[in-house]
């Protein structure tokens, strides 16, 4: 299942002009009936709550990411805030608010970069449902599921997996089996999977869309799924990151192109930025050995070793072969520490 192209992150203003024209509700016939399902679905879906975070306009990814972010979170063990990490990080100030219009701030506990998952936690009482967590590993294609943004019902669309396999973003991710699913839900970020059994099985973290067999565009949501959080979590609820080493950053946003792997821009002071790399350049090798594809890139890029290792990449710009080294670094460095409360 080739992607053909997906949307970036919205932020608040992106959303609001995007709610104002759908009238914020989900179609009717998307959305579920509590008689169809064999748990409590008002109290799962109230689980879900809204989440704006204001960035500092200062900040590394206010330029990339905006300094007003809005999405969703989902309110797990212990009451901790399950999101994803783009809509957290470098965050200054952090707002929840329930379904009931109920609002408490909160505090950006963790982020982590190789899952793209980030925590929150609330400063004050919720007072919504924790969502138990489920087994996504055991997720079929063709399974029906709720993805569901904040606002219950009427913000919830019944969608079904359509497909399990790797994803590569432009922004150094990689992930090996992220979900697929269709109909897309419009406001995607941060929203709950939730299975037949009311069970967390996913996040929401991208719109893509696709050309079907006709050449229609068809929408679906990436998911990250969460057999990827549950080995992690505890660490990121006690030290705020997995208790690892960082992998080799770059700060290259690099797109697949007519069977070329192309620079499409970089951070700026970055190491990419630093090592001369630019928009346009063709990525041909990475210590010597032939890029073909995204996750081939990365994959290659990380096998240097930890951050600070040095990256050797040979690149085509116009009609030579350029040789350089990349001194790269720890994304986390980069980033604003979030405020102590």
């Given at each position: 299942m080739p992607m053909r192209r997906y949307s970036p992150p919205p932020t608040a203003s992106d959303k609001k002009h995007f709610m104002a024209k759908t009238d914020r509700d989900i179609p009717l016939n998307l959305q579920p009936r509590a008689s169809d399902y064999g748990f409590d679905l008002e109290a799962c879906l109230r689980s879900v709550v809204g989440l704006r975070a204001d960035i500092p306009g200062d900040a590394f990814t206010a330029g990339t990411l905006g300094t007003e972010r809005a999405g969703n979170g989902i309110c797990i063990r212990g009451g901790l805030v399950l999101t994803m990490a783009y809509l957290v990080m470098e965050a200054d100030t952090i707002w929840l608010t329930t379904t009931d219009g109920w609002a408490v701030?909160?505090?950006?506990?963790?982020?982590?970069?190789?899952?793209?998952?980030?925590?929150?936690?609330?400063?004050?009482?919720?007072?919504?449902?924790?969502?138990?967590?489920?087994?996504?590993?055991?997720?079929?294609?063709?399974?029906?599921?709720?993805?569901?943004?904040?606002?219950?019902?009427?913000?919830?669309?019944e969608t079904q997996v359509v497909g399990r396999q790797e994803f590569a973003g432009y922004w150094e991710y990689l992930i090996d089996d992220a979900?697929?699913?269709?109909?897309?839900?419009?406001?995607?970020?941060?929203a709950g999977l939730i299975g037949a059994d009311g069970r967390l099985l996913g996040?929401?973290?991208?719109?893509?869309?696709?050309?079907?067999?006709?050449?229609?565009?068809?929408?679906?949501?990436?998911?990250?799924p969460t057999a990827l959080l549950t080995p992690i979590l505890d660490e990121l609820v006690q030290h705020g990151r997995v208790n690892?080493?960082?992998?080799?950053?770059?700060?290259?946003?690099?797109?697949?192109?007519?069977?070329?792997?192309?620079?499409?821009?970089?951070?700026?002071?970055?190491?990419a930025d630093?090592?001369?790399?630019?928009?346009?350049?063709?990525?041909?090798?990475?210590?010597?050995?032939?890029?073909t594809d995204l996750g081939g890139l990365w994959r290659r890029v990380w096998s240097a070793g930890t951050a600070g290792a040095r990256v050797r990449m040979s690149i085509g710009r116009?009609?030579?072969?350029?040789?350089?080294t990349i001194h790269s670094a720890d994304r986390s460095s980069f980033l604003r520490a979030p405020r102590l409360h």
């Open positions: 701030p909160g505090h950006a506990l963790a982020v982590d970069f190789e899952t793209g998952f980030g925590l929150v936690q609330p400063l004050g009482r919720l007072g919504v449902p924790e969502l138990q967590i489920g087994d996504s590993n055991a997720l079929d294609i063709g399974a029906p599921a709720l993805l569901a943004a904040a606002g219950g019902r009427h913000r919830t669309i979900l697929f699913t269709a109909p897309a839900h419009p406001f995607w970020g941060g996040v929401g973290s991208l719109i893509l869309q696709q050309g079907d067999e006709k050449g229609r565009r068809v929408d679906m949501n990436m998911v990250v690892r080493p960082a992998r080799p950053w770059l700060g290259l946003y690099a797109m697949e192109s007519d069977d070329a792997v192309v620079v499409g821009g970089v951070s700026d002071g970055g190491p630093k090592a001369g790399l630019r928009a346009g350049d063709r990525i041909v090798a990475v210590d010597g050995d032939e890029v116009d009609d030579e072969l350029l040789h350089v």
